[in-house]
């Protein structure tokens, strides 16, 4: 499938109304995971995403057309981790994480919504977050964290 700028463009509001979800599958260095549910969606139907992996961290959801690599943070102080996607990936936010590291979103498929059919779009979830070491802690700064989960794919 050729890449577009409308298809890219497109893929927030596709998330809005997604469709099946395949098995996950596993990526090198990913300590985190994410669920979506259900595997089947119909119209009008509840659909959920789950990122688990980092307590009180912020979670997105990387979409891009195309499973692939792409190295992201190494900036400063934050730390480097791979995407097991294809650049461009668009980021989603799905919200703060719990003390348990989760954050989830759900979406209401809305009920005249016309699906592609041939559409798959790739998923991974990455989560952020800081610690603040204040004194009289041994090593007083900032620390920041970058976990990234398994990716899971979505045909449309």
């Known amino acids: 499938m050729k890449k577009t700028a409308l ?10 109304v997604l469709g099946p979800a395949a098995a996950a599958q596993a990526c090198p260095g990913a300590t985190g995971t994410l669920t979506v549910t259900p595997g089947t969606v119909t119209a009008g139907s509840p659909v959920s995403v789950e990122v688990c992996g980092l307590a009180n961290g912020f979670a997105i959801l990387a979409i891009a057309e195309n499973s692939g690599s792409t190295m992201i943070g190494g900036v400063g102080p934050i730390p480097s981790a791979e995407l097991c996607l294809e650049a461009p990936f668009i980021p989603f936010p799905i919200g703060a994480a719990g003390m348990d590291g989760c954050a989830d979103r759900s979406f209401n498929v809305p009920m005249n919504v016309p699906l592609p059919g041939n559409l798959t779009l790739h998923l991974q979830g990455v989560l952020f977050g800081f610690t603040l070491n204040l004194p009289p802690n041994p090593n007083p700064g900032i620390s920041f964290s970058l976990v990234t989960t398994n990716t899971a794919t979505l045909t449309l």
């Open 7 to 16: 298809s890219l463009l497109l893929v927030p509001f596709v998330l809005a």
